[in-house]
């Protein structure tokens, strides 16, 4: 072969390999799995670069905008979130899990009917899915859901957001009775679908304490000890629960519990330490924080705590 036409085929095939490692950068399923990395990390806006970069490449895969929802949902960008889930199901309506987003985003802004008709679509497809029938009750009983932290919505894609609801308002209700009835309907329902599944036990209690039928929430949440005395949310919420009525020594044992449960977790020593600060304990109190303070990793809100109570008492220095 002369010497041109080498050159010739040599350039094909470096170009040929050139464009074959440029095709294989932009797999769409590379960025979606750089970007559950980092999701499980706890770094969002990386999350989101990855997600943005697999629409761009796979503008029609569903997954990649179901992704972005989560990462959106993970800094809460509710707009961007429901945007993106819109389009996760107008490419894929069999994505539940994105419905049911799309629904609580819905619940949030206070669109029940829509965020009912969600509920309704998931069940009529899956009608063992716990989520949707508690989501359902929400729908009725008015509850708008709110995670319990941005941390609770991005535990990372091994865990999904969970769905819980977070305060009741039926002021605007025509039939407020009749919608009570179909809430508590619909969360008992949740809790027959799997009698030891968590979350219908603790949306049955919440319902029932936004209520105030304090005895029915108890019960609820001393069933979901049953289940799993170990649980965090179980126990948190029972102190929770507690602390609102005033009953202060059960709510500390509770807590307390709680520390003894998960040693390693620093979550659970911070909120018995606001307990005691609440709760007139300033000694203990002071004494907690500043045991806590000497946890670098998590020093910051300790330190303030601590700070915020010694300028009360005048300790300036």
């Not at 619940?107 to 989520?131: C, G, H, S, T, Y």
């Not at 319990?148 to 819980?164: A, C, D």
């Amino acid at each position: 072969m002369h010497a041109p036409w080498r050159r010739y085929f040599t350039c094909v095939v470096w170009i040929g390999l050139l464009l074959l490692g440029t095709s294989c950068s932009k797999d769409p399923q590379k960025y979606i799995a750089n970007g559950k990395t980092y999701l499980a990390q706890g770094k969002y806006s990386e999350a989101i670069i990855e997600f943005r970069n697999a629409v761009k490449v796979a503008p029609n895969l569903p997954e990649s905008h179901y992704q972005l929802s989560i990462g959106y949902l993970s800094i809460g960008q509710f707009g961007e979130a429901y945007q993106t889930l819109l389009r996760t199901v107008q490419l894929d309506p069999q994505k539940l899990q994105a419905q049911l987003y799309l629904a609580n985003i819905l619940l949030m802004d206070r669109k029940f009917e829509d965020a009912r008709v969600k509920a309704e679509l998931v069940l009529k497809r899956d009608p063992n899915n716990i989520q949707a029938q508690i989501l359902l009750g929400n729908t009725f009983a008015h509850l708008i859901h709110l995670d319990n932290s941005i941390g609770e919505m991005s535990r990372g894609f091994k865990h999904e957001p969970r769905l819980l609801p977070a305060y009741i308002n039926l002021s605007d209700a025509r039939d407020a009775n009749r919608q009570l009835q179909s809430a508590e309907a619909a969360y008992r329902k949740a809790a027959e679908l799997d009698p030891k599944a968590m979350e219908p036990k603790l949306a049955l209690a919440n319902f029932y304490l936004s209520l105030q039928r304090k005895e029915e929430a108890e019960q609820q949440l001393q069933q979901a000890l049953a289940v799993d005395p170990k649980s965090y949310d179980a126990n948190s919420a029972l102190a929770f629960f507690y602390l609102k009525n005033l009953r202060l020594g059960d709510a500390e044992q509770a807590y307390t519990r709680l520390c003894e449960t998960y040693p390693h977790d620093v979550r659970p020593k911070i909120v018995l330490a606001d307990f005691l600060a609440a709760t007139g304990q300033v000694d203990r109190a002071m004494e907690a924080y500043r045991k806590l303070a000497n946890d670098k990793e998590h020093s910051l809100l300790p330190r303030k705590r601590l700070a915020d109570m010694l300028i009360l008492r005048k300790e300036l220095e």
